[in-house]
C-alpha cells in the first residue's frame, strides 16, 4: 500500500514506499520494487 510522506533518503515529499527491513518511508528512486526495501538495505543504487 503506498503511503503520503517524505523520503528517508533524499527528502522528497509524495508517495512513499516502506522498507521491509528498517521501516523508512522511502520514494521509488530509493525503493527497490524486488526485493521489498530501501536502496540502503537491500540495493546497491548510488
Ligand atoms: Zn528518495
Ligand atoms: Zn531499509
Known amino acids: ?3 503520503m510522506g517524505m523520503c528517508a533518503v533524499c527528502g522528497t ?3 512513499m514506499f ?3 527491513i528498517c521501516g ?3 520514494c ?3 525503493f527497490n ?3 521489498g526495501t ?3 538495505c ?3 543504487m548510488v
Do not use: D
Open 42 to 44: 537491500g540495493g546497491r
Open 24 to 26: 523508512r518511508m522511502v
Open 38 to 40: 530501501c536502496v540502503e
Open 1 to 3: 500500500m503506498e503511503m
Open 13 to 15: 515529499p509524495g508517495v
Open 18 to 20: 516502506t522498507c521491509r
Open 28 to 30: 521509488a528512486t530509493h
Open 33 to 35: 520494487p524486488a526485493t
